[in-house]
């Protein structure tokens, strides 16, 4: 018996890193866009974009603030059309605004028919000062509590203001001190970058509370700044993954590009295939 459990192990610890890698492998992080990379032709045609996003490859979008103008029949036609190309709305990014008293019931119920989950506010108008962004915390929490009876979440997506100390201390760390676990930080990568902060870094201080990342690269070149493709810039991609999927609890990542020498659907295309190379290797 003895002989058969030393054998057993043996055999068990040769076979234990390829589970280990196989477990990794499982995990697959969908990847979606932020539809205000394709504001234009949206604004034009918003089906006819969701058609070229589905059939690049996109898994998944993130209507921007006008989603919050659609009719009730305007938000069902486009969740039936995503249901139709088997892709998801992972998200809203949204003004501060909408998640007040007077307009969350509606955030909530075009949230829900579009399939959504995360109420991302991303634009807080802050007062200035501290108490400015404990006023934006408990706003937060106060969304968080009326949206958790109908299985949404609330977020807070970054810009440079968040990461630019405030009397010694980035706004960021205020709201993530001071907002409820289940309310997610939602990173956007290149005005993290931007404004000198590390993301891999941010990452790991918040573990599990960065359920989704923007993934917008950024040069210091002034000339270039956010217009550089994905993979073109400074961010290290890899060391941002690995942070994301071992301690962030990302599930979702979302494609992001104010600009680029590119058409909008062709940025996108040409990101998403980055994306792809960047994250498997």
């Known amino acids: 018996m003895t002989h058969l459990s030393r054998r057993s192990f043996l055999a068990m ?7 280990l890698r196989a477990g990794a ?11 205000y990379s394709v504001r234009e032709e949206l604004q034009k045609d918003p089906e006819a974009t969701v058609r070229a996003i589905a059939k690049m490859g996109y898994e998944g979008v993130e209507f921007y603030a006008p989603y919050f103008e659609w009719s009730e029949g305007q938000t069902k036609k ?3 059309l995503l249901d139709d190309l088997g892709i998801r709305c992972f998200s809203t990014h949204n003004d501060s605004s909408y998640v007040k008293a007077e307009n969350i019931n509606r955030a909530r119920d075009l949230n829900l ?7 991302v506010v991303a634009s807080a108008q802050a007062k200035p000062g501290p108490d400015g962004w404990l006023a934006v915390a408990e706003l937060l929490n106060s969304a968080a509590d009326q949206l958790e009876a109908s299985g949404l ?7 440079e203001t968040e ?3 405030v009397d010694g201390q980035r706004p960021m760390e205020i709201l993530a001190k001071h907002t409820k676990p289940s309310v997610v930080l939602q990173l956007d990568v290149g005005t993290c970058l931007a404004a000198g902060s590390d993301p891999a870094a941010w990452i790991q ?5 960065i359920r989704s990342l923007h993934l917008k690269d950024w040069s210091p070149d002034p000339a270039k700044g956010f217009k550089v493709l994905f993979g073109e810039g400074a961010a290290d991609w890899k060391g941002i993954f690995a942070a994301a ?3 962030g609890g990302v599930e979702y990542y979302l494609l992001e590009q104010e600009g680029s020498r590119y058409s909008e659907l062709e940025t996108a295309q040409v990101c998403l295939k980055a994306f792809r190379a960047k994250h498997t290797s």
């Open 78 to 80: 486009m969740r039936r």
């Open 163 to 165: 990461f630019t100390a």
């Open 205 to 209: 201080a918040n573990p599990g509370r």
């Open 25 to 35: 492998a499982a995990k697959k992080i969908p990847a979606g866009i932020e539809m």
């Open 153 to 159: 979440k609330t977020g807070y997506h970054n810009h």
């Open 13 to 19: 610890s040769t076979l234990a890193p390829f589970a």
């Open 113 to 119: 028919i579009l399939g959504s989950h995360y109420v």
């Open 245 to 247: 999927e071992s301690s």
